[in-house]
Structure formats: structure tokens, C-alpha cells
């Protein structure tokens, strides 16, 4: 079983930036993925970005060349670089694994609050 722990939420006035950090650990056979997502309160889990082990790297549309997630592989872990914040960025923001032998492990959130 693989456990995910994110780290680095917290307050920030919108034009400022955050670094989160997300962490695999556990039973882990080769991590394929690692994603980034965030849900706003009464609304649906987005994707926010996608690392993947090939070197690949996805977002979502509303990142807007704002956002960078980056990894260190010899550390499961992989960051997101979040600039020029928003209001409308804050929400609660999960990790993701995607191990191919043991499938994949949400984390329990940390939240991103920005303010006006």
C-alpha cells in the first residue's frame, strides 16, 4: 500500500505564490504518475497537474502557464510551483500516486486559501 503526504498549503494574498510538496512512501513497485488536484467547496475535484514518469507534465486549463509541476524521482516526490495565485485558486489541494503494483493513494489534502 502506498501512503501520500502533501505539505506546504496555507494563506496568501492573491498575486503571491506557494510551493507544495507531495510525498510517496510505502509499498511502492515504480511510482507511474504523480497529480496534483484541487476541490473548492460544493464543487467537484479538478485536476490541477499531472506529472508523469516518461518526463510528461499536464495541467489544467485554468492554470494558465501559472502553475509548474516538477519531481524528484529518487524521492517519490513532486512539487507544485504556484504563481501569480488567485482567489479563485483556493480550495483544498490532493496528491495523488499512481504506483504500477499497488495501484493508487490520494492524500488528505492541504488547503490553499487566498485572499482578495
Known amino acids: 500500500q502506498v501512503q501520500v503526504l502533501e505539505s506546504g498549503g496555507g494563506l496568501v494574498q492573491a498575486g503571491g505564490s506557494l510551493r507544495l510538496s507531495c510525498a510517496a512512501s510505502g509499498m511502492i513497485f515504480g511510482i507511474n504518475a504523480m497529480g496534483w488536484y484541487r476541490q473548492a467547496p460544493g464543487k467537484q475535484r479538478d485536476l490541477v497537474a499531472m506529472?508523469?514518469?516518461?518526463?510528461?507534465?499536464d495541467y489544467g486549463d485554468f492554470v494558465k502557464g501559472r502553475f509548474t509541476i516538477s519531481a524528484d524521482t529518487a524521492k517519490n516526490t513532486v512539487y507544485l510551483q504556484m504563481n501569480n495565485l488567485k482567489p479563485e485558486d483556493t480550495g483544498v489541494y490532493y496528491c495523488?500516486?499512481?504506483?504500477?503494483?499497488?495501484?493508487?493513494?490520494w492524500g488528505q489534502g492541504t488547503q490553499v486559501t487566498v485572499s482578495s
Open positions: 506529472w508523469g514518469n516518461a518526463g510528461s507534465a
Open positions: 495523488r500516486a499512481f504506483d504500477e503494483g499497488s495501484g493508487s493513494a
